[in-house]
């Protein structure tokens, strides 16, 4: 079963492991969803954080698929911003045209909370991919990495890479996105049990990689000694790459970043970052679609499902290439 046995391969791997919108975005990938009737009781929608980014290509090529083999037609729609006044509209829009399920990945933990409701209300089966609302009774399932162990395994790796000793920052996204928080919060509280290591505290990149550049810049005029940085998703290890870069500080100052886009892997390869935590985009893309079919068919579902994370470093990168993220299916 395929739940079962991406569960396994979490474990094997944990183990080794060491448009702004109001339009809908149809992204390559997918098709426009239009209904003048009622339920299009075949028709799934899934709704990413944002358009044309690595990882959602990677679940939307996930979940097509999986969709196609279960004889249901998936369409992307996105919003051009990872925001949730962006993506509010968005999903006002596929509500309209009645699918019978939505996937979501909602760009804030509270805000995305009423119009989601409101979808549910219109009996469209709601499951969650990657992020999640605080409010768990409004998607049936969420599938995401262990997010919270993923920012520890950051911190280990991190630490590593110091030598234990040092200041190391942390650039975080958006406040209020329930992945990269729990990243964070996972790394903070691994990092204390380090006693030569000074924690530098949390900054947001606002999904920027500019930003995160930004943010490099200034911590290293406030702090010449910084040793390590966790950039807890691909736009902030982008820009914090870049910032180093930028700054000749390649190699001196080490950085962990999770996820694994095609730039980067590039960034892994050149020795600006020294670790990537690659996630499975793929599989929570196939996962939340396995999931809204049994909804939708009166199967059981599961409510919460954890899906494979990986370390990977220069060393061992080649053989770890089935985890690179994709630009198209
Ligand atoms: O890290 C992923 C995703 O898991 C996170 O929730 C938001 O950022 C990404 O999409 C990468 O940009």
Redesign the pocket.
């Known amino acids: 079963m395929r739940v079962a046995n991406r569960t396994a391969v979490k474990r094997t791997v944990i183990v080794i492991g060491a448009m702004v919108a109001v339009g809908a975005l149809v992204t390559s990938c997918g098709g426009k969803v239009s209904n003048s009737g009622g339920t299009d009781s075949k028709q799934l929608v899934l709704i990413p954080?944002v358009a044309d980014?690595p990882?959602?290509i990677s679940m939307q090529c996930g979940a097509r698929d999986e969709a196609a083999k279960l004889g249901y037609r998936l369409d992307t729609q996105a919003p051009t911003k990872f925001d949730a006044g962006a993506q509010t509209p968005v999903l006002t829009g596929v509500v309209a045209n009645r699918p019978a399920g939505i996937l979501i990945?909602p760009t804030h933990a509270t805000a995305m909370a009423g119009p989601l409701e409101q979808a549910k209300d219109a009996g469209i089966k709601i499951v969650e991919v990657?992020?999640a609302l605080q409010n768990t009774s409004v998607a049936l399932s969420s599938i995401s990495s262990d997010n919270k162990k993923g920012g520890a395994l950051a911190a280990a790796t991190l630490a590593k890479l110091v030598g234990e000793k040092g200041s190391v920052l942390v650039i975080n996204?958006k406040a209020g996105?329930s992945?990269?928080d729990e990243r964070a919060e996972g790394f903070q509280d691994a990092i204390k049990s380090y006693s030569g290591i000074t924690a530098l505290g949390v900054q947001y990149n606002n999904n920027e990689a500019a930003q995160a550049a930004s943010i490099i810049t200034a911590t290293l005029a406030a702090h010449p000694d910084l040793a390590g940085v966790f950039a807890t998703?691909?736009?902030s290890a982008e820009g914090a790459a870049t910032g180093l870069r930028n700054a000749n500080k390649l190699g001196q100052v080490k950085l962990v970043g999770?996820?694994a886009s095609p730039k980067q892997v590039e960034d892994l390869k050149a020795g600006t970052v020294q670790a990537l935590i690659a996630?499975d985009p793929a599989g929570i893309g196939a996962t939340g679609v396995d999931q809204v079919v049994a909804a939708l068919e009166g199967k059981p579902v599961t409510r919460n499902i954890q899906t494979a994370m990986i370390a990977i470093t220069q060393t061992d990168m080649n053989a770890n290439a089935k985890y690179f993220y994709k630009r198209t299916c």
């Open positions: 954080g980014e990882f959602y990945a990657d992020t996204t996105t992945t990269t998703n691909l736009s999770f996820d996630q």
